[in-house]
C-alpha cells in the first residue's frame, strides 16, 4: 500500500511569486486536507478537499487556493507569495467513509522557503 | 473555538525513564484525540488515537486515555529509547462538526544514552 507523496521535498521561491505543491493521496483515500505548519508550532489546517469539491477551510486568505483531481491527488496553489508563507506544508489523506471522524494520515511535506 | 494545549518542552529524559506529556484539550463534544509524532526534517506520523470516552490508545509502547471528565489525553511509556527522541503533537477532530485536525504546539522530547 502506497502511502501519502508530495512533490517537490524543498523549494525556494521570491515575495510576490506564485507556487504550485503537489500531493498523491494513500491508495483507496477520497479526501485530501493540506496544512501549514510554520517553524516551532503546530500545524495549521489549510482546506479540505472530498470528492474534487472544497470540504472545509482554515482561517487562510483566498491566495491560497486548491484543486482535487478525479484520481484524488491534489494541489496547493498560493500567489503573492510573503514572506510568512516560508513553512513545511502538509498534505494528510483519509477514507472519507465517515467524513468528519476519519483518521488522517500525512506525508513527508514540502518545505517551501520565501526569499 | 476548539483548542489544544500540551506541556511546553524540551522534555529531556535519559534511556529507560518514564514518559509523560500532558495534553488537555477544548471543544463543543465528544471529539476523536490523537498523538502524532514528528521525526527531524519528516512529516508527521499517526502515533495512536482514542475515539471515545475511556478509551485507550496504544502503539510502540506509547499509551494515552481520552478522559472526558479532566478533558486530557496524555501520553505515556514506561521505558523511553534514544530513537523515541522527536516532537510530538496531540490533536483533535471534532465529531459531526467539522473536519480539521487542530494541534497542540508539540512538544519535544530528547532522550539522552
Known amino acids: 500500500e502506497t502511502g501519502v507523496t508530495q512533490s517537490p521535498t524543498h523549494l525556494i521561491k521570491t515575495r510576490g511569486q506564485q507556487v504550485t505543491l503537489r500531493c498523491s493521496s494513500q491508495s483507496g483515500h477520497n479526501t485530501v486536507s493540506w496544512y501549514q505548519q510554520a517553524l516551532g508550532q503546530g500545524p495549521q489546517f489549510i482546506f479540505q478537499y472530498y470528492r474534487e469539491e472544497e470540504n472545509g477551510r482554515g482561517n487562510f486568505p483566498p491566495r491560497f487556493s486548491g484543486l482535487q483531481f478525479p484520481n484524488y491527488s491534489s494541489e496547493l496553489n498560493v500567489n503573492a507569495l510573503e514572506l510568512d508563507d516560508s513553512a513545511l506544508y502538509l498534505c494528510?489523506?483519509?477514507?472519507?467513509?465517515?467524513?468528519?471522524?476519519?483518521?488522517?494520515?500525512f506525508g513527508p511535506g514540502t518545505r517551501l522557503t520565501v526569499l | 473555538g476548539d483548542s489544544v494545549t500540551q506541556m511546553e518542552g524540551p522534555v529531556t529524559l535519559s534511556e529507560e525513564a518514564f514518559l509523560t506529556i500532558n495534553c488537555t484539550y477544548t471543544a463543543t463534544g465528544y471529539p476523536s484525540l490523537f498523538w502524532y509524532v514528528q521525526y527531524p526534517g519528516e512529516g508527521l506520523q499517526l502515533l495512536l488515537k482514542a475515539t471515545k470516552a475511556d478509551d485507550k490508545g496504544s502503539n510502540k509502547g506509547f499509551e494515552a486515555t481520552y478522559r472526558k471528565e479532566t478533558t486530557s489525553f496524555h501520553l505515556e511509556k514506561g521505558s523511553v529509547q534514544v530513537s523515541d527522541s522527536a516532537v510530538y503533537f496531540c490533536a483533535l477532530l471534532p465529531r459531526n462538526a467539522g473536519n480539521m485536525l487542530t494541534f497542540g504546539g508539540g512538544t519535544r522530547l530528547m532522550v539522552k544514552p
Open positions: 494528510a489523506s483519509s477514507p472519507g467513509t465517515n467524513q468528519g471522524a476519519d483518521t488522517q494520515y
